[in-house]
């Protein structure tokens, strides 16, 4: 492969990373994007969550303060309520005992006023006991629904977050990708530019070389501007190719050849002249 092959292939390989590199980088925007959406998304969900936990430590602070305050006042209620269902069964009891004696009528008005005052109070204490039951419940489902919120907005929350990472660690590949990709690119840059420069070397030096035969043979200097130049190792014999058809080295092209010292011209032909002129005798 030529140098010239060599300096091609390392444009084409340093373009190819670079077009890579672009399409990676507009991926990697992208997936920032949807970063920047995902954790906007989650931070929302986080502050839904936080609140959300603030209501449940109130509504249990609610309970708790509740069931603090009223709780020996419903237990007393529910053994006051016993006291007076029993009283009551008692009462009737007596009362239908009474009734079937007929010595006993005198006292059957006092333990009918009796059993009544009973039944009153019980329905009062029933009523305060149910109100303080009621409202007791409706605390407690008040912290089961907040709880409810609570777990439902932490799923929300774990979502959207697992969502998020999983986007952060696709751009993470993605920018490893970039970064792989640039590096390929500024590899084969580099191997381009320092190709480049050896061939424009090669150049100057075979420019040189060109101008150094011509002027040997006292050809006009403007052909060095067509003409190329090779050195033939089994020899070592220095040529100059010029004024051919299409190419320096085209049909009908005009050849110098110097020994490897450049001291003297061996053979010389002009564009188009079959005779060769032979001068190394």
Known sequence: MTLIDELLQARAEAQEAYDIKQLVHADMDDK???????????DKSYEILVDKRDNLRRRKADLKGYVGRHAAEINDLARKITELTERADDLTTTI??????????????????????????????NRRHGKLINDRSSLETAEQTALKFVLKAEQRHQSLRETFLKLQQEHRQLHASFIGYKQQHEHHQARSQSLDKQIHDISRQNQRMIDRMIELVNLPMELARHAIYRFKEHDETHHVYYGGVGEPDGDGHGHIVCDKDLTSVIYLREPFVQRKRNLSA
């Open 96 to 125: 239908r005992l009474v009734s079937q004696d007929e010595s006993g009528s005198q006292y059957l008005s006092d333990l009918t006023k009796r059993l009544a005052i009973v039944h009153h109070e019980l329905k009062l204490a």
């Open 32 to 42: 920032w994007g949807d970063m920047a959406c995902a954790r906007a998304a989650m």
